[in-house]
């Protein structure tokens, strides 16, 4: 499914992937991952805590509000 394609490729060189990745979204792992390391791209992750869900602070009867409130 994932390939470095040289349509990318023409346009220079592939150095860095940014990805979601947190303990509940482990899916970059099969795929993503094994390709970057074997072509030498660095990966970096964006919400590993999803949000700030997986810190211990959010309760069962948080009510998201401002920029969040969107997403429920």
Do not use: F, H
């Not at 990745?21 to 791209?41: F, H, K, Q, V, W």
């Amino acid at each position: 499914m994932l390939t470095i394609s040289a349509s990318i490729c023409q346009y220079g060189e592939l150095d860095i992937i940014q990805a979601k990745y947190s303990i509940l979204d482990r899916a970059m792992e099969n795929e993503l991952l094994p390709l970057c390391r074997d072509n030498g791209i660095v990966v970096q992750v964006y919400s590993p805590l999803e949000q700030g869900l997986l810190t211990g602070t959010i309760t069962r009867d948080y009510v998201p509000g401002g920029a969040r409130a969107n997403k429920v």
